[in-house]
Each structure stands twice: as C-alpha cells, then as structure tokens.
C-alpha cells in the first residue's frame, strides 16, 4: 500500500519547522540578553564586596592601632608592631590583629604606617613639621583603581582624591597607593585618636 502525502501536508511540515528555528532564535536572543544582565550584576556584587572587604579591613587595622597605643601609650610608624613586639613595648597586649602575620595585604600589595598632617591636603600626607595636626596614616600599596575610588566614595564625602580622611596617590598602570587616617597626633605634643 502506498501512503500519498497531499501538498497542503507538506507545505505545513516544512512551515513548523521554520517557525521552530524562529522561535529558537528569539530564546538565544532572549538568553544572550539576560547573560549580559547577569554579568553586568556579577560585576557590580564583586565590587561592592570588594569595597566593603577593604573598608573592614582598614577598620580593623584602625582598631588594632588604637588597642596598641591604649596598651603602650605610644605611637608607632612600624606596621609590624601591631604583630609582634620585637621593638619591646612596655605594655603590648599583641598580637593585635587576628589572621595577619606578615605586613602583606590579602589581595593587594603592602600595609606601612606613615606620619603626616591631616590638616592639609596633600597625598602623599604633607610632611609634619611647622605645626597644625599630625597624625598616623595607614598606607597601602597597589590597591586596583576602580576599587580605590569606590572606597573613597565609602569613606570620604570629599569629592577630591587628595583629602579627607582617605587619600589616593595616583601612580602609572592599574593600581594606585592608598592612605587611610589611623590616629591624629594632635599639635604642640597633645595625642588623640581620630574619629
């Protein structure tokens, strides 16, 4: 027995057909739009964690100095100080910070403190002599650019790089050094920890 196939039967066969491959293109489509969403957000989420990452960072850096001065009664421009006592302290309660013992950040370059004034503007932090307010600031090294404006943002609602309570010093390439205030010295030889 023979099976004949009138031309209305094909002719809807080989409609269906085109209309799936239609239809198949608009769900790439579909798909590769909502892809482009997703990546755009997971861009976003990787850089507000890294932002808060740092910003609790700094805070427990910030805290770890203020327990290490209250401790000693004594400033210091050596980061290491705030994780072994090899300078001899009379006081010291360390290590100060959990997890940390090296003065190497976890994802970017170095930390050191430096002593400049926080009364002026300037990156690196003016140097201090002649007066107005010195204090201690932390510094690190190689922050990613992007990252590095997003915690001035955070920290700062000074709309320059070059003041505030966090500092950027520009350098060439992908990364900049960034300097966060931990302790305000205060003028004339009078101490107070910065707010």
Known sequence: MQKHFSPLLTSLTSQSGA???????????????????????????????GTTAMVTEFTNIKKAYTEFHLGTGEHT??????????????????PYLDGMLTDKSRQYGTYSFVEGRQDVAGVPPVECSGGGICATWLKLTKVKDSIAAEVDKTLDSTSTANS????????????????????????????????
Not at 19 to 30: K, N, S, T, V
Not at 77 to 94: A, E
Request: charged content about 15%; glycine content about 14%; aromatic content about 12%.
């Open 19 to 49: 209309m799936f491959g239609l239809d198949a293109r608009i769900a790439l489509a579909i798909f590769g739009i909502l892809s482009v969403v997703a990546g755009v957000s997971a861009i976003n989420v990787f850089s507000q964690a």
């Open 77 to 94: 421009t050596r980061f290491m100080d705030l994780i072994d006592n090899d300078t001899g302290f009379s006081g010291w309660g360390g």
């Open 164 to 195: 505030g309570t966090y500092r950027i010093e520009f350098v060439p390439g992908p990364t900049d050094d960034v300097y966060y205030l931990i302790s305000a010295k205060g003028s004339g030889g009078s101490e107070s920890l910065a707010q």
